[in-house]
């Protein structure tokens, strides 16, 4: 203890460097605090939550996917008979292409939106919070009430959407006959929903960029389209890497909305993946298939996310 | 290159209640380098841009040599701006970044290409000329920043806005001396603003010591040390700053308390002032041998190279700045001389002139 005083008092640089960090990381290595591993029960109450919120619930469709469940005593061990059947399923494959391809078109769409909203809110002034309340409305509003609102709007004969496009353009619309316009809805539905979300996460990494940025620019002779190009959208990678990622999950799990604006239909044109989830789980009863349905739904988002967030923070390096 | 005039000059944020540049003509000369020094917030910053452009002046009108610029945008003023921290175009290789002022203006590719060779050569950047800009370390990165402004062919001058405060001591003058190289080699007008005394001192030409929004002072480094014009710059430049000491004119005499430290220079006024002194200048004698002042040691703070021994003349502390092994120790009555030419004797901030020798000569 004495040496280590010494080497503590001499003036800084006259002290030999060569055995000053020796003799720190042996005084290190002799721990003398008393050791108390009770903290430990304090994870317990998250511990305890996890469990009763994901572990719980996910294993009990674990359970409900290797079983043919005819009631509560009688079930049968199928292994995973089940999965085989479910990923063979024509319509659930169905599912699963036009799941997907809503869930490019619903990025496509509205991570630019989003950006482009972004980039034109204004940066300063009283605009400022009425431009955000205004972007931000939609995103208040409940998914059922969404769908309700939409499957209005749309309508041909009370909505005012649906009789514009009608009666104004001239065109024959009708969200409830016709498999594109349905889809087209449900499309509209959630970029009007959602884009405000792209917009705000952008909009708060545009305004996280230092000035200097914006005078160095000025003094290179950028034009608008360079600044943006090399400033702002490098810098809003962070923001964006999150809403491709939570624009992907939530669009690829779609529920309500469309339940609520065409029931999957007309025919199976707006069947999601979910909608048809809920049919065979909740309609038909059938746990067995929706177990495993549901396990490999889940495992599909995950990898999916995880594919997106390394190559998105992949190629920023 | 020109050089670059400011003709009432202001700029206020707030419509004119306040100024924050207050309207200065000025002119700085082509070819020199300048430092511009002040404390936080005293409009440094603020004049730096209007020089860029990126402020339009509240009233003035700005020149580069006989062309008026003060309604020309940045991008039309050929300034190099340099600031506080690297800014670069994250994504791009060092090449691009340097190429980007120069593309930006539709240069052709092959004058694109001769500029930034000679500019990374001139920097030191060629070994890295391929490497991504954000993987550069700071001192580095602050390099690139430059190296975008000097590629453009006539810059009119080099703005510097703190340009070491990222970069750690060590490399700090490594870069300082860089920085002086590249002017000597380039000719370029430079203006490198830092609140650091030393910094400004040991790189410019000429110091600039800017205040609340005016400047109070320019000069060479040693004038400014010597004969401040300014109270300001008498506490801001040196380490410890100038003593101020109040004081009194009366019968041409000035006097601390009772005691008389030197004659008033004719013309002035009787009246209170202030004397200022540096700590380098006051000298710790004998009662018998010299007018002074009567003080009391409060503490001696030993530096190794010299000692600064902290002393109390009535209610006001005056610093001396003496040889090593001073023999003063605390509480002990000391007698401070204060020579004449060195000291000075100022009114509402302002020098108002020179102490001179009490009877006519300087006793020693």
New interface residues.
């Given amino acids: 203890m004495t040496e280590r005083t010494t080497v503590a008092d001499s003036p800084a640089g006259v002290a030999e460097p060569a055995t000053a960090p020796a003799e720190q990381a042996k005084d290190t290595r002799v721990d003398a605090r008393p050791k108390n591993n009770r903290a430990w029960w304090l994870v317990l109450p998250v511990v305890v939550s996890v469990a009763f919120t994901a572990v719980i619930p996910l294993m009990t469709v674990v359970n409900y996917s290797v079983q043919d469940v005819f009631s509560p005593s009688e079930r049968i061990f199928v292994g995973l008979e089940w999965f085989r059947d479910v990923a063979r399923d024509p319509e659930v494959r169905g599912a699963f292409v036009r799941t997907l391809l809503f869930s490019a078109q619903v990025l496509l769409i509205e991570i630019p939106l989003g950006v482009a909203i972004a980039v034109a809110m204004p940066r300063r002034g009283v605009s400022v919070s009425v431009a955000l309340v205004l972007v931000a409305l939609p995103l208040l509003i409940p998914w059922n009430v969404v769908g309700t609102i939409w499957q209005i709007f749309a309508r041909g004969d009370i909505g005012l959407g649906g009789w514009a496009i009608n009666n104004v353009l001239g065109v024959n619309f009708n969200y409830t006959l016709d498999s594109t316009d349905a889809w087209l809805t449900v499309l509209a539905m959630d970029v009007w929903h959602w884009t405000p979300l792209v917009a705000l996460l952008a909009y708060a990494g545009l305004r996280s960029i230092p000035q200097p940025y914006f005078q160095a620019a000025q003094i290179d002779g950028a034009s608008g389209w360079a600044t943006f190009r090399h400033i702002q959208l490098p810098r809003l990678r962070g923001v964006l890497t999150i809403a491709i990622l939570l624009r992907f999950m939530d669009s690829f799990m779609i529920y309500t909305e469309p339940f609520v604006v065409t029931g999957g239909g007309p025919g199976n044109a707006t069947s999601f993946l979910s909608i048809l989830l809920s049919k065979i789980a909740v309609g038909q009863f059938d746990l067995g298939p929706a177990g495993a349905f549901s396990l490999l739904y889940f495992l599909f988002v995950q990898v999916l996310c995880y594919v997106f967030f390394t190559v998105l923070t992949r190629s920023g390096r | 290159m020109a050089d670059i005039r400011l003709e009432g000059v202001g700029h206020s944020y707030d419509g004119g209640r306040t100024w924050a540049l207050k309207p200065m003509t000025w002119t700085w000369q082509s070819s020199r380098a300048y430092a511009l020094l002040g404390p936080s917030g005293c409009g440094k910053t603020t004049l730096l841009?209007i020089i860029?452009?990126?402020i339009t002046p509240t009233v003035g009108r700005i020149w580069f040599g006989e062309r008026e610029v003060t309604g020309v945008?940045?991008?039309g003023r050929n300034?190099?701006?340099v600031?506080?921290?690297p800014?670069l175009?994250?994504?791009?290789s060092v090449y691009d970044n340097l190429a980007?002022?120069l593309r930006?203006?539709k240069f052709p590719k092959k004058e694109v290409d001769q500029r930034v060779r000679q500019v990374s050569q001139l920097l030191g950047l060629d070994q890295v000329l391929r490497r991504r800009s954000r993987r550069l370390d700071p001192g580095r990165q602050q390099i690139v920043?430059l190296g975008?402004?000097l590629v453009r062919p006539q810059v009119a001058a080099v703005l510097l806005d703190e340009p070491l405060t990222v970069v750690d001591p060590a490399l700090k003058w490594t870069l300082r001396s860089k920085l002086k190289e590249i002017h000597r080699d380039t000719g370029h007008t430079l203006i490198y603003v830092t609140h650091d005394q030393t910094e400004a001192l040991t790189f410019a030409d000429e110091v600039v010591v800017l205040n609340d929004g005016a400047i109070v002072q320019a000069g060479e480094p040693a004038e400014l040390f010597l004969s401040p014009s300014h109270e300001f710059v008498g506490h801001f430049i040196g380490s410890p700053g100038m003593n101020m000491v109040p004081a009194e004119i009366a019968g041409g005499v000035v006097r601390v308390g009772a005691a008389g430290v030197g004659a008033a220079p004719d013309g002035l006024p009787p009246g209170p002032v202030r004397i200022g002194v540096r700590p380098e200048f006051v000298r710790i004698a004998g009662p018998g041998a010299s007018p002074g002042a009567g003080a009391t040691v409060t503490g001696i703070d030993r530096m190794g190279a010299y000692d600064l021994v902290h002393t109390r003349v009535g209610e006001h502390p005056v610093i001396v700045k003496t040889e090593a092994g001073s023999a003063c120790e605390p509480d002990a009555a000391v007698f401070l001389h204060f020579p004449a030419d060195r000291t000075f004797l100022f009114r509402d901030e302002v020098r108002c002139g020179s102490l001179a020798p009490l009877n006519g000569r300087e006793p020693s």
């Fill in positions: 841009n860029s452009g990126l945008p940045t991008a300034i190099a701006q600031f506080q921290f800014v175009y994250e994504e791009m980007f002022p930006n203006r920043s975008r402004g």
